[in-house]
């Protein structure tokens, strides 16, 4: 079975996604490969330079995400293009990394735009949501990366609301005011649910 992992910034899914790994499952990390993609030799970098020009890169021939980062959240357009050299290519890394589950293991994508875009809904047959409100995402995101609120702001603007979220998943976890103990609870209930499933 293959469960989409979604949610806003800073909600908590690769914290879900670690402990669905500890559990068994197989993780598929689109932000992961999205890095990958465009570091120093990596598969979009060219591409990227033939959009956005040679300052798009670092001294060492990577992207500049900070930079990058501020022109895709100020400007749609931008943004856009961005997905339009990215996405394609994670696509097929997803099918790529996939293919190599165990028969019957669990597939988890971790997918932050699987309510935004078709194209992710389309590969998983369940999605799970994980849920916080806009304080906290802000509080934590903060408090994990050091970035500016209005940089996180600017990030939640352009995601999808919470309420389309939750109206697409088959499962929410509201992680919020959750320990980390409590928030494996809720996973360990989820977990049982769908390997249950699995197996028939
Ligand atoms: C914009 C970029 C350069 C910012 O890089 P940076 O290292 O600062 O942040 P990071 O990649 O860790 O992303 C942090 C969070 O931003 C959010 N985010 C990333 N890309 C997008 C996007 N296209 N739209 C909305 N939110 C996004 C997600 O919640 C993500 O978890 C980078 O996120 C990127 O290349 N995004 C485009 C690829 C993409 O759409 N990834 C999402 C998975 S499909
Ligand atoms: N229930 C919780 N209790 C305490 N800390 C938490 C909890 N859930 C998440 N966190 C912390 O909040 C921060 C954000 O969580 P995480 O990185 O899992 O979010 P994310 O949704 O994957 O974010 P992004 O969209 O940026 O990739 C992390 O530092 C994480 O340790």
């Given at each position: 079975m293959r469960i989409g992992l979604t949610g806003g910034i800073g909600s908590g899914k690769s914290t879900v996604a670690a402990m669905l790994v500890a559990r068994g499952a197989k993780l598929v990390d689109t932000d992961a490969i999205a890095r990958s993609i465009a570091e120093p030799g990596g598969a979009a970098v060219r591409a990227l330079v033939t959009e956005f020009?040679?300052?798009?890169?670092?001294p060492e021939g990577g992207m500049d995400r900070a930079r990058m980062r501020e022109l895709v959240f100020s400007d749609v357009q931008a943004k856009k293009r961005l997905e339009g050299i990215l996405h394609p290519l994670i696509g097929a890394e997803c099918e790529h990394q996939a293919?190599?589950?165990?028969?019957?293991q669990l597939v988890v994508f971790d997918v932050p735009l699987l309510v935004e875009s078709k194209r992710w809904r389309a590969i998983v047959d369940r999605v799970l949501v994980i849920d916080a409100s806009e304080q906290t995402q802000l509080e934590r995101v903060i408090a994990r990366s050091g970035w500016a609120p209005d940089a996180v702001r600017a990030v939640i603007s352009q995601q999808a609301h919470r309420t389309l979220r939750r109206a697409a998943a088959d499962a929410v976890i509201y992680n919020e005011g959750l320990g980390l103990a409590e928030l494996s609870a809720h996973v360990e209930g989820l977990w049982e649910r769908w390997t249950v499933a699995s197996a028939r």
């Open positions: 020009g040679p300052s798009i890169l670092t293919a190599s589950a165990e028969p019957g």
